[in-house]
């Protein structure tokens, strides 16, 4: 379990040398995204206003306050359950070169392949630590689809982001695949000892 | 009337507080209860999860932020004594208003909406929203408030199975088995497990939430429900699941059971998740409208 720290946006090379479980520190641009986000994206074929080209995605609605036209003070930014969104995994690495997508819970096994095609990784961060990640968070410095509100395109300026395991790296491992199939196992011993 | 206005004010003010103060500092048995789950922690990575839950318990004491960005549902427990000179109609009112005014006076996030239309229906308010348990008590003239912010990712792990009665205990502890293995890391876990057993589908699910709300690792007070409690803290960290799902052996901070006796052809139960962040605040109200704040119930 090697430890890393990666600033975004981060190349296809940088991505490769992660393995699932390491532990990673990152630093620079992320963009805050969430289902409505997504689904106007994909479902709706709006081009997105932010380059997301080697980006890093957080999965997020943030709680903020408004200082003036597109400028937004970050109150309290946390993390959001992935699981609903794995179907925009594939698209999002292939047409658009996203590196990262960071959430809570994980990602299910479907993320895996498109994940090892495209060069991303899933980062699992610690769900509910609301109050650490805002400090985290430097500045907003741009936000598009403010009408999606808080289920804008955010990008947020980063320092010592984390700490994020990589759940899903990009050579086919997942940390959650791995723990879920070894608790699978134990239940079933366990249940047969009830 | 002056007086029952006053104290409708009172219960009111009470409720706005607990509901923010819930949010922003969490009870010490929790604490304690994450502290000593660092101890235990073997997993690297399930350690450091805890570590950082615990660093950031102390940042939002610090910076007077909101411990989890999601303010969830608001959810009271209320003990109202027999002669508690306000109605629990307009205990009801003062709750809900209370509700509204924490939300657009801090402000915290409004999550609040039409099941269907998924519009906004009001300040962390709307039909049937705060959502009230309610349990009256004889011979005392006073009220006890409990406010419960319930966050969605852990509400989304509730479950329910009517067992049978051929199932007997063994099919309450295989379900409640494998709901948490199979909610896996989307919770937040480790948490409090609330089981509720018994009475009928509907009253199992309430007696599960009733159960998130008690303090960490109290117990049952009829001694063979505390036994079951103890053994299924025991089964539920030997599944591996740990820290956020990362694989570990603190799967579970507590698990709580409350039971009503039942049919004799029914065996319900019913899981209700309670995240780590698992927020609660109290206060004990008189009948003259002293208020007494107090996390340990
Ligand atoms: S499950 Fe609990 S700790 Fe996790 S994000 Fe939701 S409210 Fe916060």
New interface residues.
């Given amino acids: 379990m090697a430890e890393h720290r990666l600033t975004f946006p981060a190349t296809e090379e940088d991505i490769r040398k992660l393995r699932a479980g390491d532990l990673v520190t990152v630093d620079g641009h992320i963009i805050g995204i969430r289902d409505r986000t997504q689904i106007r994206i994909f479902d709706q074929g709006q081009e997105p206003p932010l380059d997301l080209s080697g980006a890093f995605l957080l999965h997020t609605a943030p709680n903020v306050r408004r200082l003036g036209p597109g400028k937004y003070e970050p109150l309290c930014i946390g993390t959001t359950t992935s699981a609903r969104m794995v179907r925009f995994t594939e698209p999002l690495g292939e047409r658009y070169g996203v590196r990262a997508i960071c959430g809570k819970g994980g990602l299910p096994d479907e993320a895996i392949e498109p994940m090892r095609k495209h060069g991303m990784v899933y980062f699992a961060i610690v769900g509910g630590a609301a109050a650490l990640e805002t400090t985290q968070i430097e500045e907003i410095e741009e936000v598009a689809w403010e009408d999606l509100m808080p289920e804008c395109l955010w990008k947020f300026r980063v320092k010592d982001f984390g700490p994020l395991w990589v759940g899903i790296d990009s050579h086919g491992g997942s940390l959650f695949h791995d723990v879920q199939e070894a608790a699978q196992k134990r239940l079933e011993e366990l249940v047969a000892n009830l | 009337m002056t007086v029952a206005t006053d104290l409708q004010q009172v219960v009111e003010d009470t409720a706005a507080h607990l509901y923010v103060w819930a949010l922003k500092d969490i009870p010490q048995d929790l604490r304690d209860a994450i502290a000593a789950a660092v101890e235990r922690e073997t997993s ?2 399930g350690r ?2 805890l570590e ?2 615990v ?3 102390e ?2 004491e610090e ?1 007077q ?6 303010t969830g549902i608001a959810v009271y427990a209320c003990r109202v004594g027999e002669h508690f000179p306000l109605h629990p109609a307009r205990i009801y009112d003062a709750l809900k208003t209370g509700t509204e005014r924490a939300t657009v006076e801090h402000p ?2 409004s999550n609040a909406v039409h099941t269907i239309t998924r519009e906004n229906t009001g300040p962390n308010t709307g039909h049937r929203l705060p959502i009230v348990h309610w349990e009256f008590i004889p011979d005392w003239d006073g009220l006890d408030v409990k406010c419960v912010p319930k ?1 969605s ?1 852990s509400e ?1 792990m509730s479950f329910l199975k009517m067992c049978v009665p051929a199932d007997g205990v ?1 099919g309450i ?2 379900f409640v ?2 709901s948490i ?1 199979g909610a ?5 876990p480790p948490g409090i497990v609330g089981v509720g057993i018994g009475g009928s589908a509907d009253y199992a699910v309430y007696l599960a939430k009733d159960a998130i709300t008690r303090p960490v690792g109290t117990r049952n007070s009829d001694p063979v429900v505390a036994e079951l409690e103890a053994e299924l803290y025991d ?1 539920l960290n ?5 820290p ?4 570990g052996d603190v799967t579970v901070l507590a698990v709580h059971i409350e039971h009503a006796d039942t049919h004799m052809t029914l065996n319900p139960v019913a899981v209700n998740y309670q ?3 698992a927020r609660r605040a109290s206060a004990h109200i008189s009948a003259a409208g002293d208020v007494d704040l107090d996390r340990e119930f």
């Fill in positions: 690297v990575p450091r999860v950082t839950i660093r950031n318990v940042v939002a910076r932020n909101l411990v989890c960005q999601d915290l996030r966050g990712g989304n063994k502890k295989q088995l494998e293995v896996g890391g989307k919770p937040c089964l030997q599944t591996g699941i740990g956020m799902g990362l694989g995240c780590w962040a």
